[in-house]
């Protein structure tokens, strides 16, 4: 059976380039859009795979999507049995074999294995491996964003005993508080391929900010802090500090430890809100 070939009119490899190379498409529209003009050139699927950093069956499926649909079949859809359920369910399987394999050592057959599907119904979801595990871990740390709201916000505990909990929970200690530091230090490595996932890594930014600032406003009203001129402003300057000391003491720095961190971030927030740094502190 021959192999379809791709053969462009002028305006269409306008319109492809075009798609390459704009600063407002995905990278992953961007990446379908090189696929074809390269099939066009004559390329071998698995140069084009090679070059691209994606998989072969992925080369397959948008020049077959191309050629059905043309420019409209390079985006995304799920149809044929896809689901937002079949979705997550992907990517639970994927950051649970990215946390017990790592990130350079997990291949799109150990998520598929883990799942209980084929690795093209993988595939379907993701352009490639990279992908895939950049948005398992952005699920990953969207979940532990949403548990921790949950814990801070969930009752009526008071401003002072909210904070206190808040720096105890994003200390760096062995077990999941670590797993999702390191997590997000491969996050922060790999995300960068992908420029459109700078938006949804803000807004996981924003999500802690905001709960933060609410507990600081909290506080402020209750007469239990005092005030402040901007409770966001002291929320985001506290959170790059407490990233910065985080990501070291994840990473297991000899300079930086876990009790350094404490005294630091306990410090820093006594000295802005008017309080006793020892009534940050748990025993």
Known sequence: MAIPRI???????????????????????????????????????KDVAQALGVSAPTVT?????????????LAD????????????????????????RGFCETRIS?????????????MYYF????ETLVRAMLHANRRAASRFEDELFG??????????????????????????????????????QYPEFVNIWDEHQRRWIDGLARIIEDGITAGVFGSVADAQE?????????????????????????????TAVTGYFAMRLGIAQSALIRK
């Open 155 to 192: 009752g009526s505990t008071e401003a002072m005993h909210r904070l206190a909990t808040f720096i105890e929970r994003i200390v760096p200690a062995k077990g999941s508080r670590l797993d999702e530091y390191l997590l997000e230090l491969d996050l922060l490595a790999h995300a960068r």
């Open 110 to 122: 150990d998520i598929a294995f883990e799942a209980g599907v084929s690795t093209s119904l993988i």
């Open 234 to 262: 002291l929320a985001q300057s506290a959170l790059a500090m407490i990233d910065g000391f985080g990501f070291q003491v994840a990473m297991g720095s000899t300079i930086v430890t876990r009790a350094t961190m404490i």
């Open 77 to 100: 859809r799920h149809d044929g049995g896809g689901s937002d359920a079949e979705l997550l369910r992907l990517l639970d399987a994927a950051e649970r074999t990215v946390s017990r």
């Open 7 to 45: 053969v462009l009119t002028d305006e269409q490899r306008a319109e492809l380039k075009a798609a390459a190379a704009s600063s407002t498409t995905s990278t992953r529209m961007a990446t379908r859009a090189r696929i074809v003009l390269a099939l066009e050139q004559n390329w071998k699927v």
């Open 61 to 73: 499926l948008w020049r077959n999507r191309y050629l059905e649909n043309g420019l409209d079949g």
């Open 127 to 130: 352009d490639s491996r990279q």
